[in-house]
């Protein structure tokens, strides 16, 4: 009897080490492997959300959207949002928006900033904004230059290049109101709404 209780107890602990050393062995829990997953978004993924956010047609979208790619890639996230401003020779503009992230994370943002320039009228637009680059999402909380007279213009959307510190952000727009030349400045992002721009 007390051999067959050594000879039970003896197997179920090798059972039980084979069972340990299998769950220690998994390369990845599932968690794990969602955070390694690929950060970047496919172009079809980037057309959609273009056009439902900028109520642009696809066709509209896609033009826009296969440039980018072709130049800058696959983002590794993007801003939806909206933008209002005003200049003469000086102005200023303030938006709103959210930055998506392709683990599905998602943060409020803010961006404000001064403009100089050959620049007169207002305008309100919603912004969609690709970024590239951004390994950690509270690395958007910084000055991101800008130069709007470099901006191009494809199926009645305006897009523009700001970069800083190796992240690039490629804002789309398309909006109303009068906004007749060029200009230079910045944009400042933030965590909470800034009434100076500066």
Not at 4 to 9: E, K, N, R, V
Not at 114 to 143: C, E, H, M
Not at 171 to 180: A, M, Q, T, V
Request: aromatic fraction near 10%.
């Amino acid at each position: 009897m007390l051999k067959f209780a050594t000879s039970s107890l003896t197997a179920i602990l090798l059972a039980s080490a084979m069972l340990s050393g299998c769950a220690t062995n998994d390369p990845q829990t599932p968690r794990q492997q969602a955070q390694n997953a690929k950060t970047d978004f496919e172009q079809s993924d980037v057309v959609q959300a273009v056009s439902t956010h900028l109520g642009v047609t696809s066709e509209s979208a896609a033009s826009v959207v296969e440039r980018l790619f072709r130049e800058q890639g696959r983002p590794d996230g993007y801003i939806t949002g909206e933008e209002g401003g005003g200049a003469l020779v000086a102005g200023l503009f303030w938006g709103k928006g959210t930055l998506w992230m392709k683990d599905g994370s998602s943060i409020p943002v803010f961006w404000q900033g001064p403009t100089i320039g050959w620049d007169a009228g207002g305008d309100a637009s919603k912004v969609f904004t690709l970024v590239y680059n951004l390994d950690d999402p509270n690395y958007i909380f910084q000055r991101f230059p800008k130069a709007e007279g470099s901006a191009f213009l494809i199926a009645g959307m305006g897009v523009n290049y700001q970069r800083a510190n190796g992240i690039t952000l490629a804002p789309i727009r398309s909006g109303i109101g009068l906004r007749l030349g060029a200009n230079v400045g910045y944009s400042s992002y933030s965590r909470k709404r800034q009434m100076l721009p500066f």
